[in-house]
T-cell receptor, first 112, second 114 residues
């Protein structure tokens, strides 16, 4: 069965410094992977998706993620954090029935 | 943003009462989903629909029923609400199924069962 583990429940960085949000997955086949973002009291917005075309995926707002099959990881990065990036981020894998399996989320805190 | 409207946005009700949440889309997408979001759990799928009158259960379907009589509307009903169903409920839509198809979400309904 597919599963997703987000390794940090909270990440705190200073504005202007790099962001790393970690995600490991388990899948018995070549998965599709997504990152979603949720700002406070808002719905969920798709940041980026991996569908086997390229291992480095660029998303919106300067985020990108790298699929590493050998490490079963799909970490989300951004070179320079902005205050508006403060939100909760979810790593998601699509299972064999095309349903989405969600990680528990990582809250990103940006310090001025 | 995808044309998805959830109503109501907030609701407080008592244990044992029936509750219906509505999801309305203007995108004419075939697939619609209901999730609940609870701290520490991410989103969990309650029910989904793959067409008018075609629905199926998700991971946490007990205590919930759904109906889809029109492409644009997907209703979630709690027949007799319990305090464990206090949660934030999200509706999502997708154009097709397939493991590379993203889902697009509404803004959520915050439901409190007292």
């Amino acid at each position: 069965a597919q599963s997703v583990t987000q390794l940090d429940s909270h990440v705190s960085v200073s504005e202007g410094t790099p962001v790393l949000l970690r995600c490991n997955y388990s899948s018995s086949y070549s998965p599709s992977l997504f990152w979603y973002v949720q700002h406070p009291n808002k719905g969920l917005q798709l940041l980026l998706k991996y569908t086997s075309a390229a291992t480095l995926v660029k998303g919106i707002n300067g985020f990108e993620a790298e699929f590493k099959k050998s490490e079963t990881s799909f970490h989300l990065t951004k070179p320079s954090a902005h205050m508006s990036d403060a939100a909760e981020y979810f790593c998601v894998v699509s299972d064999s029935n095309y349903q989405l399996i969600w990680g528990a989320g990582t809250k990103l805190i940006i310090k001025p | 943003d995808a044309g998805i409207t959830q109503s109501p946005r907030h609701k407080v009700t008592e244990t044992g009462t029936p509750v219906t949440l509505r999801c309305h889309q203007t995108e004419n997408h075939r697939y619609m989903y209901w999730y609940r979001q609870d701290p520490g759990h991410g989103l969990r799928l309650i029910h989904y629909s793959y067409g008018v009158k075609d629905t199926d259960k998700g991971e946490v379907s007990d205590g919930y029923s759904v109906s889809r009589s029109k492409t644009e509307d997907f209703l979630l009903t709690l027949e007799s609400a319990t305090s464990s169903q206090t949660s934030v409920y999200f509706c999502a839509i997708s154009k097709q199924t397939g493991n590379n198809q993203p889902q697009h979400f509404g803004d959520g309904t915050r439901l409190s069962i007292l």
